[in-house]
């Protein structure tokens, strides 16, 4: 039986921004809440689950041409976000979901849906970064935070990511990776 890998398509966001989202978590995140390293920190366009391997080297080759197609304004923060909001799991920065974010994300689904079958979740689309995970024994409130700060940024890079998971906490490799 061949391993299979954690895979999620995501747009690359700068170091600047990584690490100011990151000092942003370390100070408001309350307790039972880990903040993300920040060269974890990214935009999740699809998460794709745990996949063989020959899906991961089919889905490498639809980067470039839906990057090409495929052009983004500055992308901007737009306020914290606890997902899911009922009982948070994670602590997010949310982004403006523009409609070019929207219609590239659409194109990324579209294209792992016809070459490996892929189907997205069923709940909207919210664009964020994770800065923070809550501990798996804690429970936290939504509680309101003092707003992130207000940044924007271009996304260089679309990415396919293999996440792995262990004992030193995740680490992400990139796999393949396309110029916006």
């Given at each position: 039986?061949?391993?299979?890998?954690?895979?999620?398509?995501?747009?690359?966001?700068?170091?600047?921004v990584?690490?100011?989202?990151?000092?942003?978590?370390?100070?408001?995140?309350?307790?039972?809440?880990?903040?993300?390293?920040?060269?974890?920190?990214?935009?999740?366009?699809?998460?794709?689950?745990?996949?063989?391997?020959?899906?991961?080297?089919?889905?490498?080759?639809?980067?470039?041409?839906?990057?090409?197609?495929?052009?983004?304004?500055?992308?901007?923060?737009c306020?914290?976000?606890?997902?899911?909001?009922?009982?948070?799991?994670?602590?997010?920065?949310?982004?403006?979901?523009?409609?070019e974010?929207?219609?590239?994300?659409?194109?990324?689904?579209?294209?792992?849906?016809?070459?490996?079958?892929?189907?997205?979740?069923?709940?909207?689309?919210?664009?964020?970064?994770?800065?923070?995970?809550?501990?798996?024994?804690?429970?936290?409130?939504?509680?309101?935070?003092?707003?992130?700060?207000?940044?924007t940024?271009?996304?260089?890079?679309?990415?396919?990511?293999?996440?792995?998971?262990?004992?030193?906490?995740?680490?992400?490799?990139?796999?393949?990776?396309?110029?916006?």
């Open positions: 039986m061949s391993q299979r890998l954690r895979l999620f398509v995501a747009l690359d966001v700068p170091a600047t990584r690490a100011e989202l990151a000092a942003w978590c370390a100070r408001v995140a309350p307790p039972g809440v880990r903040p993300v390293p920040a060269d974890n920190l990214h935009l999740t366009l699809a998460f794709l689950g745990s996949r063989p391997p020959g899906e991961a080297r089919a889905v490498a080759p639809l980067l470039t041409p839906v990057a090409a197609t495929h052009a983004l304004p500055a992308l901007a923060t306020g914290a976000l606890w997902l899911p909001p009922r009982r948070p799991g994670v602590l997010t920065v949310g982004l403006v979901a523009v409609d974010l929207m219609t590239l994300r659409a194109a990324v689904v579209a294209a792992l849906a016809a070459t490996i079958g892929f189907e997205a979740e069923s709940r909207p689309y919210r664009p964020h970064v994770t800065v923070g995970r809550v501990a798996r024994a804690m429970r936290v409130s939504a509680i309101e935070l003092d707003p992130p700060p207000p940044l940024f271009a996304a260089r890079a679309l990415t396919l990511y293999r996440s792995h998971t262990g004992a030193g906490g995740t680490r992400y490799e990139p796999l393949a990776r396309a110029a916006m």
